[in-house]
């Protein structure tokens, strides 16, 4: 399978990475290759199975109560943030 | 005092007997540490002063009587465990100012056994890649031969304990991430079952195949750590409420009644010869050791590689996606809007192999391709796994290669991103079906060790390691240092 140009800018897009002129056609032909090579599973025998769903036969995702179980520790957390001001997490004004 | 040749085990007796003591000891791997960095570049950080400190504490407790069976050992973390006040950077530019804000609980855990942290390991960019080149800060050397890779992704953890600048490394596996590393450095890499270990604080890559494990020079030394390692973690959602066996007690078992399965598949086609007579060879080893033979086979394990290339890449994309530039990591310089903030933090933060695993991932999750992708790679991994459950109803255990070559050169496979996903072709399997896999060294091939393979069915750590244990009683393969580090 072939990937074109376009594909490539659409789908870096929809993961929110900015792409430089020179990595799309490197991109373009890996994700091709990677696609061909995904391909070997259209033949594989997948009629009634049903997709598998967790590692461990028999075992579900656990779910907690619902319960305050953290302390706020807001200010530590915000030490690695790369702007805040007053407690809050700064971004480019989104409404103008 | 012989540092280099130590295992964990010989190091807890020593300290025991008193014929060193933690600090001296922990001065003597900084000193190691120091010396190998330049040339093998298996540390991102090194936390001399605080191993001194966690010794010195250690020696106190010892004194006080209150010591447990690792007190005063040190080892090292792959940078992908979260430790507290600790550069925690992932091998990215994303993640390269992160400082945790708290510790993995595999961290807290070996550190409540006594252990000593020495520093954070170099690895592959948020564990994704098989040689440890795509890491921020460089790659990887291995120590048998610095011109070639580790492995990856845990290639500091394997170059490093290869080189006995740590007595043991803890590492992570997702197709292969363990055992591949320590079979190109010649060392003994332990994936455990899923959700044996907690992976609270263990930056996450693909979560339904992310495992915790270690790297060590022993069966014996995995024993010793894997105990206090696991357990159940209610932080952990996928954490198995399991009781966890004293993993020591049983190494030195009898193998006499052990059917081990040889997988057709793995010999079929793309193994080196060489290596595959090291594995022959390996096989008598255990026959000699009282164990029957059997050959098995699992028809659907040929295609773990292109299911691998679309699970994790699509658990990949969502779990990455928190990387934002707006609560932690990578930011880009001036952004015109909260797009351009998203777009260029992302593209400037994430490395070449990141990035293409994110868009893999989004094509195979997008509106009209997640059926044809995502689901059918999903159900193709439910036969993958009935393939192993068949096979565990006739054998006890599955040997074979961890890796079809022994290292590579540096630079050799980072044109071809296939040529490079096809080092995992015997690892991957494990992590799709969950299940414990090990890697031991069992010889060299032109002066590179090469590793065998052994997995279980779930939960079967304790027999494993027991096999593991038995072969290295037999065999040296495992204590061979590198002759620039012994």
């Known amino acids: 399978m072939s990937l074109t140009r376009a594909d490539i800018e659409n789908i ?23 696609f061909a090579f995904v391909g070997e599973l259209d033949d594989a025998p997948t009629e009634g199975i049903a997709p598998m769903a967790h590692p461990l036969p028999g075992l579900a995702q656990r779910l907690r109560a619902d319960e305050v179980a953290e302390e706020n520790r807001r200010d530590l957390y915000q030490q690695n943030a790369p702007k805040v001001e007053a407690g809050l997490y700064l971004v480019p004004k989104v409404i103008e | 005092m012989s540092a280099p040749a130590a295992t964990v085990a010989e190091l807890a007796r020593g300290l025991a007997e008193g014929r060193y003591s933690s600090v001296e000891l922990t001065k003597s791997y900084l000193e190691r540490i120091a010396a190998a960095q330049p040339g093998l570049n298996a540390f991102v950080t090194i936390t001399g002063e605080s191993a001194l400190a966690a010794a010195a504490a250690a020696d106190a407790t010892r004194a006080a009587g209150r010591a447990g069976a690792l007190t005063g050992v040190p080892i090292a973390h792959k940078d992908i465990f979260c430790t507290e006040g600790v550069l925690t950077t992932c091998g990215s530019k994303m993640l390269a100012n992160f400082v945790s804000p708290y510790d993995a609980t595999v ?9 000593v942290m020495l520093g954070k390991l170099n690895m592959d960019e948020f564990a994704m890649g098989s040689s440890n080149e795509t890491s921020y800060f460089g790659a990887v050397h291995n120590p048998w031969n610095t011109e070639m890779v580790p492995g990856g992704s845990s290639g500091g953890s394997a170059a490093a304990v290869a080189a006995r600048i740590s007595p043991a490394a803890t590492a992570t596996d997702t197709g292969g991430s363990i055992r591949q590393p320590a079979a190109l450095c010649g060392v003994t890499g332990i994936k455990p079952t899923y959700g044996r270990v907690s992976r609270y604080g263990m930056i996450a890559f693909a979560s339904s195949l992310d495992q915790a494990g270690l790297i060590t020079v022993s069966a014996e030394d995995a024993a010793l750590l894997l105990g206090p390692m696991s357990g159940f973690d209610p932080r952990d959602s996928t954490s198995v409420e399991s009781p966890v066996p004293d993993y020591t007690r049983t190494l030195g078992d009898s193998l006499e009644g052990l059917t081990i399965g040889i997988v057709k598949e793995f010999f079929d086609k793309g193994l080196d010869g060489e290596c595959e007579a090291r594995i022959r060879e390996a096989l008598r080893v255990y026959e000699k050791l009282g164990a029957t033979l059997r050959e098995v086979s699992c028809p659907n394990l040929p295609l773990s590689v292109p299911t691998y290339y679309v699970v994790a890449p699509a658990e990949c ?27 260029r933090s992302r593209g400037e933060g994430f490395g070449p192999e990141v990035k293409r695993r994110i868009m893999t991932g989004t094509y195979v999750l997008s509106a009209g391709y997640y059926d044809a992708y995502y689901l059918k790679a999903q159900r193709v991994r439910q036969l993958i796994s009935a393939d192993f459950a068949r096979a565990f109803g006739e054998v006890d255990l599955l040997l074979g290669p961890t890796s079809p070559t022994p290292a590579f050169k540096i630079g050799a496979k980072s044109d071809d991103p296939i040529t490079m996903y096809l080092n995992d072709i015997y690892t991957i399997g494990a992590n799709l079906a969950g299940l414990p896999g090990i890697s031991l060294p069992c010889g060299f091939v032109g002066g590179l060790p090469v590793g065998l393979q052994l997995i279980g069915p779930h939960f079967s750590e304790a027999r494993m390691l027991n096999a593991a244990h038995r072969y290295q009683l037999e065999t040296d393969w495992h204590l061979q240092v590198p002759a620039a580090f012994a």
């Open chain 1, 12 to 34: 870096a897009r929809l993961a929110r990475l900015e792409l430089t002129e020179a990595e799309i056609p490197v991109y373009v032909d890996s994700l091709s290759r990677i």
């Open chain 2, 107 to 115: 961290v807290r855990q070996l550190r409540a056994a006594g252990t």
């Open chain 2, 317 to 343: 994309s969502s779990n990455l996606a928190r990387f934002d530039g707006v609560r932690f990591g990578y930011r880009c310089e001036s952004p015109k809007n909260l797009a351009d903030l998203y777009m």
